[in-house]
């Protein structure tokens, strides 16, 4: 059944990476989906899968909010994390996903990219992260923005021990995010077409009163002012992915 491309409004029929044939817009993986794309058949190993938020800031509705997602998501949280091989290197690999709460970061979020870094590090296995988020989880209020320290220092702890950290950014990464492990990266990719930044444009332009650049906040923009170190389509991510770790791994770290 065709797709309605939501940007040239073309309907279309989409294979697996989900990429408009009309005018090359990306869209939207599920997490199953995303695996599919990246990690070797059979390998990924799911980490910490029963972990589910919970509500620290005893805020009315919340946990309300959090069954409506887990019923229409089909997810506990919004990143699944777990071991796996890519072209038959060793990998810890974690996915946001932007069909829970937007991908926000909350206390069960940023344990679980915490938990996948330091796993890489005590395995000496490359980390890599998918982020899709519209930042930090305000209905948690101080324990969400907590998890940008939180996730940093997991990330200090890679760099500490010589792991690598591979960072895919996709559409969107905003927020918190962004201002936390998203940029910390050894190298950084990006999805073509991506929103990579930290508050909207829309309030960027009211609190500096100026027009922005065109393309503002797009993945090429950003990579054009050296946030991101390569535009990586979704057929080529997995090869790319592949050479960054058979380059940047001991070899006995990913074959172990």
Known sequence: MPDLCPHCQKEVELDAYR?????????????????????????????????RSRNPISLAGYEDKLKENEKK???NDAVTIGSCTIEGDNAIIAIMSFAFMGGSM????????????????????PVVIFTASG??????????????????????????TKTPL??????????????????????ILAEPGAIIGFAGPRVIEGTIREKLPEGFQRSEFQQSKGFVDALVSRDKLKQTLSFLIKTHTRKEAVHA
Not at 28 to 51: C, G, H, N, W, Y
Not at 106 to 125: D, N, P, Y
Not at 145 to 156: D, F, H, P, V, W
Not at 168 to 175: A, E, I, S, Y
Request: proline letters at 3%; glycine letters at 8%; hydrophobic letters at 50%.
């Open 19 to 51: 990429i408009c044939p009309a005018c090359n817009h990306y869209f939207p993986l599920t997490i199953a989906q995303r695996l599919a794309l990246t990690v070797d058949k059979d390998s990924f190993v799911e980490m910490s899968a029963e972990m």
């Open 135 to 160: 930042g930090a989880r305000m209905q948690e209020g101080i324990f969400s923005l907590m998890q940008m320290a939180k996730t940093a220092s997991a990330a200090a702890l890679l760099e500490e």
């Open 73 to 75: 998501s089909s997810l």
């Open 166 to 187: 591979f960072l895919v950014l996709t559409n969107p990464t905003t927020g918190g995010v962004t201002a936390s492990f998203a940029m910390l990266g050894d190298v």
């Open 106 to 125: 909350g206390s069960v979020v940023g344990e679980k990219i915490t938990q996948a870094m330091i796993e890489g590090a005590l395995r000496g296995w």
